[in-house]
């Protein structure tokens, strides 16, 4: 059996952390070729003397002297977003890792599919920005793509769907998230306007960094990750729901039109589904914790509560409409996002913004990645107005 090459862009985030541990537990199957971050030049250094890969890349090339002084070798140093694309079509790797926070990652995705490279997408951004652009490319370039968020990683593993993520599925009925509920999920609604970052921060079942902490506290998050689930594996947005489970256990299921339901369960610690992603067709062992039934007092699930968080029946209509909407629907929610965490809004009005900005927008079907990136920067300034209308 290979050993994976892989390139880990977004190395010094929590999905590049974890992805360093999978390498060091199971390195007869998983080498790290190459490591790219935005600007913590020292951390991606700890990383690179660590696993030696033969390039590493630091998008702030400001940042180099760092890099340089605390690298204790010699690797390849590529700089900037055209070292990111360089990084990404690496001779060398098999595949790439695709785990950086928001739309970055979007460009060097397509150019590692173009070079010929398998994907491992953790960046939901990027799908849900330009699900059907990275899916044909995919498939034209007859690359794969592996799903690396836990759901996504789950539902793939029920379906066994092999290597073509944009074949549709007639046995499928329904494709079921789970979504924990995030550190809300019992606040009433009337208290949200008082919520703070660091509330919000406090997410229950899993240890992130701070964008997607936020999604899931708005739930903007299993929006998106049901935009991405209609992508990756061709079923449409009215067959895919979302089932609240606060236990993060059950990390997805797929019910079959025999009205079978298969769940994928494990404890909830991204080295499952990124293992998965990388030793696909392949289980191997590995030093993580199987669950503990005797220790799983009960599993409980329930219908979201709708009403108090809209991101849902928005992320629904963007991947309903399609085309630019959920493009628009993305940039709008970073803008918000960041504004939450700087404290220029409240958290009601993370989805209050993302709604106006997606009101405002007159839809193109069947846009090209241009068309796409024109909304998408048309979002981010219309967000960023209306930031600015709050704090006048
Ligand atoms: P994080 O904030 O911990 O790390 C972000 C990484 O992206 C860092 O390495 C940073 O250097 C890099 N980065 C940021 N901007 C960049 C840019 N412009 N160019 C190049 N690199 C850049 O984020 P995270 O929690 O690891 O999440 C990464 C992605 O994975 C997100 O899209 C998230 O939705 C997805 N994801 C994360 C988890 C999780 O458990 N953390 C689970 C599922 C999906
Ligand atoms: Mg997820």
Redesign the pocket.
């Known amino acids: 059996m290979k050993r994976k090459r892989v390139v880990v ?10 992805a360093l541990k999978v390498a060091h537990d199971i390195p007869d199957r998983m080498e790290i070729v190459g490591l ?5 030049a020292k ?2 250094a700890v990383a690179a003397n660590k696993t030696r890969a033969e390039a590493v ?1 630091l ?1 702030d090339e400001s940042k180099l002297d760092a890099l340089k002084t605390a690298l204790e070798y010699q690797p390849k140093i590529l700089l900037g ?1 055209a070292g ?1 694309k360089e990084i990404a079509c690496l001779d060398n790797a098999d595949m790439v890792l ?5 739309t ?2 979007l460009r ?1 995705a397509l150019a590692a599919i173009e070079a010929g490279k398998d994907l491992a997408v ?5 799908l849900v920005m330009a699900g059907e652009a990275v899916t044909e490319a995919a498939q034209k370039a007859r690359v794969k793509i592996l799903p ?4 996504h990683n789950a539902i793939f593993q029920c379906l066994q769907s092999g290597s073509n993520p944009a074949s549709s599925r007639p046995d499928v009925r329904r494709i079921i998230l789970t979504a924990s509920g995030g550190p809300f999920r019992q606040t009433p609604g009337r208290d949200f306007d008082s919520i703070t970052v660091e509330q919000a921060l406090k997410h229950p079942t ?8 936020i ?1 899931s506290a708005t739930l903007f ?1 299993k929006g ?1 990750e049901m935009i991405e689930a209609h992508w990756l594996f061709g079923v449409e947005m009215k067959r895919v729901e979302v089932v609240v489970h606060p236990q993060s256990i059950v990390h997805s299921m797929v019910e079959f039109t025999d009205g079978s339901t298969l769940a994928q369960l494990s404890y909830s610690d ?1 080295c499952f ?1 990124i293992q998965y992603a990388v030793t696909w067709p392949d289980r191997v062992p590995n030093s993580l914790p199987p669950l503990d039934f005797s220790k799983l007092s009960r599993l409980e699930f329930s219908t979201p509560r709708y009403g108090d968080f809209p991101a849902l029946n928005l992320a629904r209509r963007a991947g309903e409409t399609g085309g630019t909407l959920p493009a628009v629907m993305n940039a709008a929610n970073e803008i918000a996002v960041a504004a939450f965490l700087n404290r220029k809004c409240r958290f009601p009005q993370i989805w209050h913004l993302v709604e106006r900005v997606m009101e405002r927008h007159e839809t193109v079907a069947h846009p090209d990645l241009d068309a796409i990136l024109r909304a998408d920067q048309w979002a981010r300034e219309e967000g960023t107005k209306f930031v600015k209308s709050l704090n006048r």
């Not at 862009?9 to 974890?18: F, N, Q, R």
């Not at 790219?36 to 913590?40: E, L, Q, Y």
């Open positions: 862009l977004g190395a010094t985030g929590s999905i590049g952390e974890s790219a971050a935005n600007s913590n951390k991606l890349c998008v977003e990111l695709v785990a950086i926070v928001g970055a990652g060097p953790a960046s939901k951004e990027i690396v968020d836990s759901e899993w240890n992130m960094g701070p964008k997607i902490t999604d998050n998106l991204m589904p």
